[in-house]
């Protein structure tokens, strides 16, 4: 029988006096948010939409990821409602999120925004998956808040995202063929996992050292007991003293078998 | 907790092997070492019920901390040889009345055997905790009212030895604290022998107490709990450990131990 445990770590970068990353988990979610460093308090808004995300993520009943894309979407109102509340200018919610959902015995990921996934299964190479937007700019789920703004994202930057990705699985496995703001990869088999994380774009600013490096040191657990992402992030970062200018959020899950 | 759940080590050269939970049972991220090691001999035998109520005493103050959670305690006595009273196991499975009857004041005193077996073995779990993940550093601390003259290790100097491997290995991250605590019965012809014998074996720090009593039981329970405390500290915050100054006019028991977690 598998036990699902879950974990984060968040640490600030060096360019930074504020940490805008955000990383928190449920029992049936992990979720990273990375707020915008030139937006005024997204450190805030990271947090409430990571949080209104796992509230969406718990309520009702789900029949499939598109569900969850849903909520998603929804969650954002939820999040300017609350940011309104104590006062927090609409931009404090631009944030970029990555969030992985277990639903009965699927995961399912979710991109808005730019960042990475990587999960593994007993006795095989871990798959890594990062989505990048053009000239580094993407498309934070807070521009459904206001029209002119998106309007203006659309005309400068469009919709352009990359997806590069390692392990056994290969670009044509992962279609972009939704051009809605959130990007899924969805229906990943839970029986036989190892683990499961998701990464802010944060592991990109590791100066010389390329993010699959990073990614992979992350998530080089030991072991799965108590605070195992802590540990392994904490160890990571003891022994590569390498600079980065970005916080770094990640946040995971482990299935144990018993 | 019980015996099982403790498994056994051995120390290669040495004859005194330790023994420690596993680390499938460790739930934070980092932990700090402590070994507190005791004399035993017939000489102590006066202060006996004093000690255990020390080590209780420990125990105690640390189980109020912030950092509780990232402590774990060894404790070891030395007569004619080195017993182990418990293995490596967390601060918040101890209790008081686990050493209630730890001393008996029987024996010489083994004093080398037991520092070297305390250093090597605290060494020994750290390699293992790191190789696991988690953040390690160490605190030994070791009580005597006499000096070593009944050891397999000869001299001070294999004390030495063994704290010096320890320090070039780098194994454990924060480093291995270790203080001497000299508990001289009379004047301090005693504590001149201990304060030599701290030099050879490398030991960070000397305490020698005069004219021991036993309420000096109580200031020395509340010293050991704050250079844990300090110890804890520098592994959370990544300084370096301090050697923390022993205050005999510090009021032992008033409003609760001054511990800064």
């Keep these: 029988m598998s036990i699902l445990s879950t974990d984060s770590f968040v640490v600030i970068g060096g360019s930074h006096d504020i940490c805008q990353d955000y990383a928190m988990t449920t029992d049936k979610s992990i979720i990273v948010c990375d707020g915008c460093s030139s937006s005024q308090d997204s450190d805030f808004g990271a947090q409430m939409l990571a949080r209104s995300i796992a509230l969406y993520s718990k309520s009702g009943i789900k029949k499939g990821y598109t569900d969850y894309i849903y909520d998603i979407t929804c969650s954002i109102f ?33 991109f808005a925004g730019d960042g990475s996934v990587a999960w593994k299964y007993k006795g095989q190479d871990a798959n890594y998956v990062t989505v990048q937007y053009c000239l580094g700019a993407p498309e934070y789920l807070s521009y459904s808040l206001d029209k002119a703004r998106h309007d203006m994202y659309m005309e400068v930057y469009g919709n352009k995202r990359t997806i590069k990705c390692a392990g056994n699985i290969e670009e044509i496995d992962l279609p972009d063929v939704n051009k ?48 195992f992402m802590k540990r392994r992030a904490k160890r990571f970062f003891s022994d590569n003293k390498t600079y980065h200018d970005d916080d770094v959020a990640c946040a995971a899950f482990s299935f144990i078998n018993e | 907790m019980t015996d099982s759940q403790f498994e056994q080590f051995d120390l290669g050269n040495s004859s005194f092997g ?13 932990y700090t070492l402590v ?17 255990n109520d020390c080590l209780g005493e420990i125990v105690l103050a640390c189980r109020r901390s912030q950092r509780a959670d ?14 182990e009273h418990h293995g490596f196991k967390l601060l918040m499975n101890c209790a008081p009345d686990d050493y209630k009857n730890c001393i008996k004041g029987r024996g010489l005193t083994a ?32 009580i005597t009212d006499g000096e070593n003259n009944h050891s397999t290790a000869a001299s001070a100097n294999l004390v030495g030895a063994a704290m010096k491997k320890v ?4 194994q454990i991250d924060g480093g291995l604290h270790s203080i001497l605590i000299g508990c001289d019965q009379g004047s301090g012809s005693i504590n ?46 990544g300084g370096p450990s301090q050697a923390l100054p022993f205050d005999p006019t510090q009021n032992a028991g008033a409003a609760g131990p001054s511990l800064n977690f």
């Design chain 2, 70 to 83: 990232n402590l774990m305690i060894r404790v070891v006595t030395f007569g004619n040889t080195v017993v």
């Design chain 1, 78 to 110: 939820l999040a300017h409602k609350a940011s309104g509340i104590m006062g927090l200018p609409n931009n404090s919610l631009d944030a970029t999120l990555v969030a992985g959902i277990i639903q009965e015995n699927k995961l399912h990921f979710f």
């Design chain 2, 18 to 30: 330790f023994s420690a939970i596993g680390t499938n049972d460790l739930e934070a991220s980092e």
């Design chain 1, 180 to 227: 809605s703001p959130i990007y899924c990869i969805n229906d990943i088999d839970t029986d036989d996992l190892e683990w499961a994380v998701v990464f802010s774009d944060g592991v990109e600013s590791f100066q010389g050292v390329p993010s699959s490096m990073v990614m992979h040191g992350l998530s080089s657990f030991k072991n799965f007991k108590g605070k």
């Design chain 2, 192 to 237: 001149a022998i201990l304060k030599s014998w701290q030099k050879d074996a490398n030991f960070s720090q000397f305490i020698g107490l005069t004219d021991v009593k036993d309420k000096t039981f109580a200031k020395i329970a509340q010293f050991i709990s704050r250079s844990i405390s300090s110890q804890s500290q520098s592994l959370a915050t």
């Design chain 2, 111 to 142: 004093l080398n055997d037991a520092a070297i077996n305390a250093i090597e073995a605290a060494n020994s779990y750290a390699q293992r905790l790191k190789a696991d993940d988690y953040g390690v550093n160490g605190l030994v601390v070791v």
């Design chain 2, 167 to 170: 320090q070039m290995n780098e």
């Design chain 2, 35 to 51: 070994t507190i090691a005791v004399d035993d001999s017939t000489s102590i035998d006066c202060f006996a019920s004093a000690i």
